[in-house]
């Protein structure tokens, strides 16, 4: 069984930056696509963004393109996400999601395994 453990959430000033990580064990990292969902309260998770279990691709939802960068060490088993020029509207509880495959996937029934989120405040 894959685990996933999310960290580096915390508060953060609008136009500020923050880096989450998400740190797997107990599966074939390097095997593993990987991605970023968040949660705001009374809205659905939606996808953020994607890569690939060789880093060659990735996939980034519109509201995102241009201020998150999706990154992975496949040596430290860790993929992150860099956010940049943060908004009101990133506000949300972010999770990290892995399921076998070569490619990037943006829905979250495609995802197999999840952590447990982490909490990304920005204010203004």
């Known amino acids: 069984q894959v685990q996933l453990d999310e960290s580096g959430g915390g508060l953060v000033q609008a136009g500020g930056s923050l880096r989450i990580s998400c740190a797997a064990s107990?599966?074939?990292?390097?095997?593993?696509?990987m991605g970023w969902f968040r949660q705001a309260p009374g809205k659905e998770r939606e996808f953020v963004a994607a890569i690939s279990w060789r880093g060659g691709s990735t996939g980034y939802a519109d509201s995102v393109k241009g201020r998150f960068t999706i990154s992975r060490d496949n040596a430290k088993n860790t993929v992150y996400l860099q956010m940049n020029s943060l908004k009101l509207e990133d506000t949300a509880v972010y999770y990290c999601a892995a399921r076998g495959g070569s490619n990037t996937y943006s829905n979250a029934f495609e995802y197999i395994y999840w952590g447990q989120g982490t909490q990304v405040t920005v204010s203004s």
């Open positions: 107990g599966g074939t990292f390097n095997k593993l696509t």
